[in-house]
């Protein structure tokens, strides 16, 4: 997954495209057990501000528990979304450089700056 928690993404597509947000959570694709594994359902993130939903909330027993009509943010694909470089600024595709003690640091395509 080239996307992480925390990222700062730019949307690609459909209505909000064009605006950015921070990654709150990511959610990977799994094996699809109907398929036998062949196929993975795609990653998914959630975007801070973006892809609002209206979700009703019941009131339940729960005093605290709000009711109404509550705003929160849905999942969206994450090829729907590109990671925004912290050095450049530009939304751009992310590389992988070998360490010599055998791990993997991400990099901007763009401007070749490692992104933590
Ligand atoms: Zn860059």
Redo the contacts with the bound molecule.
């Keep these: 997954m080239r996307i992480r928690k925390g990222d700062t993404v730019e949307i690609l597509s459909g209505d909000e495209k064009g605006k950015r947000g921070e990654v709150k959570e990511v959610i990977p694709g799994r094996p699809n057990p109907k398929n036998m594994g062949k196929a993975r359902s795609k990653d998914r993130v959630v975007v801070a501000g973006i892809n609002l939903i209206k979700k009703h909330q019941r009131r339940t027993g729960n005093v605290s528990t709000q009711a109404g009509i509550i705003e929160r943010e849905a999942s969206m694909f994450a090829s729907k979304v590109a990671l925004v ?1 912290p ?4 939304p ?1 595709r992310v590389g992988y450089h070998f360490m010599p003690d055998g791990s993997k640091v991400r990099y ?1 395509k ?4 490692v992104i933590g």
Excluded at 87 to 90: E, L, P, Q, T, Y
């Design positions: 470089c050095h450049c600024g530009r751009t901007c763009k401007c070749g700056e």
